[in-house]
Antibody, heavy 123, light 111 residues
Framework: QVQLQQSGPGLVRPSQTISLTCAIS??????????WNWIRQSPSRGLEWLGR??????????GYGLSVEGRITINADTSKNQFSLQLHSVTPEDTAIYYC????????????WGQGTQVTVSS | DVVMTQSPLSLPVTPGEPASISCRSS???????????LDWYLQKPGQSPQLLIH???NRASGVPDRFSGSGSGTDFTLKINRVEAEDVGIYYC?????????FGGGTKVEI
């Protein structure tokens, strides 16, 4: 059974960086058949896909949503079997519940989700 | 980006009765391989979203057969054959044809 356990601060100051981690059990972050994603949810934006990383053809690959491209970094840590989100230069508009989720490449769906982390951007 | 539009916004239901949710995409989700790249998710109160249907009409593992997905191209429907109390929550469609993956605004189902 795959489990995704999120961790990270719930309060971030404007202009600072949101840093969240998603620890994986029951699968490997470097598995070839899946991707590791960050998705957020807010009343104003609804559910918004932020980006993913995946290991394929012997290298790490990345894809990011246009709304956060340039401010977002997703990294995998194979030694800890986890992946992370960094969202830089945040504003109150980045206040949301952040989820990590596993993506199945062939079947094309998100099958496992983290528990969600409420992140508030406020001074 | 592909825009996903759901209706209705809110759906009052009666246990034992059928229910139906509509989802429309701004471009066709039908690929040349014959698959429709459309998923349905349910977010129960206080929980993360969970997968119900993928590729338009394939029920995910463990999903009761009272849930069914249909449609092709730009118009899709999620049907609940006989609603049960545990089906309350917000239902979302999501296109998986291209990134960024985009979600509908959600349909809140309540008893």
């Amino acid at each position: 059974q795959v489990q995704l356990q999120q961790s990270g601060p719930g309060l971030v100051r404007p202009s600072q960086t949101i840093s969240l981690t998603c620890a994986i059990s029951g699968d490997s972050v470097s598995s070839n058949s899946v991707g590791w994603n960050w998705i957020r949810q807010s009343p104003s934006r609804g559910l918004e896909w932020l980006g993913r990383t995946f290991y394929m053809l012997s290298k790490w690959n990345y894809g990011y949503g246009l709304s956060v491209e340039g401010r977002i970094t997703i990294n995998a840590d194979t030694s800890k079997n986890q992946f992370s989100l960094q969202l830089h230069s945040v504003t109150p508009e980045d206040t949301a519940i952040y989820y990590c989720a596993r993506w199945k490449h062939e079947e094309k769906y998100f099958d496992y989700w983290g528990q969600g982390t409420q992140v508030t951007v406020s001074s | 980006d592909v825009v996903m539009t759901q209706s209705p916004l809110s759906l009052p239901v009666t246990p034992g009765e059928p229910a139906s949710i509509s989802c429309r995409s701004s471009r066709s989700l039908l690929d040349s391989n014959g698959y429709n790249y459309l998923d349905w998710y349910l977010q129960k109160p206080g929980q993360s979203p969970q997968l119900l249907i993928h590729l338009g009409s394939n029920r995910a593992s463990g999903v009761p057969d009272r849930f069914s997905g249909s449609g092709s191209g730009t118009d899709f429907t999620l049907k609940i054959n006989r609603v049960e109390a545990e089906d309350v929550g917000i239902y979302y469609c999501m296109q998986t044809l291209q990134t960024p993956h985009t979600f509908g605004g959600g349909t809140k189902v309540e008893i």
